[in-house]
């Protein structure tokens, strides 16, 4: 029992000398990593500002109502049943029909499924509000694409699911400012990126450097007391340093 303590102080002594090492030798090279990381902050900073098409999203909304609305108020089970149907609303507002009206109407350049995915349509819970989120190149278009998806799922929900009618909340806003790509998030992942490349690029190196670099190193894995070294001579080869050590073990 006591000889497996042993060996397993040992065992964690030599983790811990291990990781102890790394770190001297990432702190060693500190400048060098944050120097990439500020290069691959910068490169992706230009490459997010002039590589990257920003984009613009418009959003609308409309609002549902059930054949009961004109007579009695929104029950909590009309609010249940309305955010059970979410899937179907998110189905209709991408059905073939909605997207080719849309594409036809608008004269846009682009497929059913371009078009698809440029849309996001969704329900707050608890309430009977279709909201629809356009995303594209130019904010004028983005609006555009809203408003007419939202006409066109407004009539494909009234025939299909009988509803009452669904009326407009708020017509697709004009955006200024791009949605995406975000600058800020994308600089900062470029630093963090470059950062932990050359720190695994370090450790790697470290990891696969088996080379006796000095006497402390000799008596650590070695087991060997240096008795003397031989400081070289000036122009001589670095590899040609000669260490004297005992042939006897430390005990």
């Keep these: 029992m006591n000889q497996e ?6 065992v964690d002594e030599e983790i811990t000398i ?30 997010t500002s002039f590589l990257v098409t920003p984009k613009y999203t418009s959003i609308t909304k409309a609002y549902i109502l059930s054949k009961q609305d004109g007579n009695v108020g929104t029950t909590m089970s009309d609010l249940q049943m309305s955010s059970t149907l979410t899937k179907d609303y998110v ?22 499924k371009e078009l698809s995915d440029s849309i996001t349509v969704d329900v707050p819970q608890d309430t009977r509000i279709l909201r629809i989120s356009v995303e ?14 939202r006409e066109y799922v407004g009539k494909q929900i009234e025939e299909i699911m009988n509803v009452g009618a669904v009326n407009t909340v708020e017509e697709g806003n004009l955006p200024i400012n791009p949605s995406s790509p975000s600058i800020m998030k994308n600089t900062v992942l470029g630093g963090m990126l ?27 894995y070695l087991g060997l007391n240096v008795l003397t070294l031989v400081p070289l001579k000036e122009g001589a080869s670095k590899s040609k340093k000669v260490r004297k050590s005992s042939g006897k073990k430390r005990k």
Excluded: H, Y
């Design 91 to 112: 189905e209709l507002a991408k059905s073939r029909p909605v997207l080719e009206n849309t594409i036809k109407d608008l004269d846009l350049d682009m497929s059913t």
């Design 194 to 220: 470059g950062v932990i490349l050359v720190i695994g690029i370090i450790v790697l190196i470290t990891i696969l450097d088996d080379t006796i670099k000095n006497q402390e190193e000799v008596e650590q």
């Design 18 to 47: 291990d990781l102890m090492a790394l770190f001297r030798a990432v702190w060693k090279k500190l400048p060098f990593v944050i120097l990439a990381g500020v290069i691959c902050a910068v490169l992706a900073l230009v490459g």
């Design 136 to 149: 594209n190149e130019d904010p004028q278009t983005a609006k555009d694409i809203a408003d007419a998806v």
């Design 5 to 10: 303590n042993l060996m397993n102080q040992e």
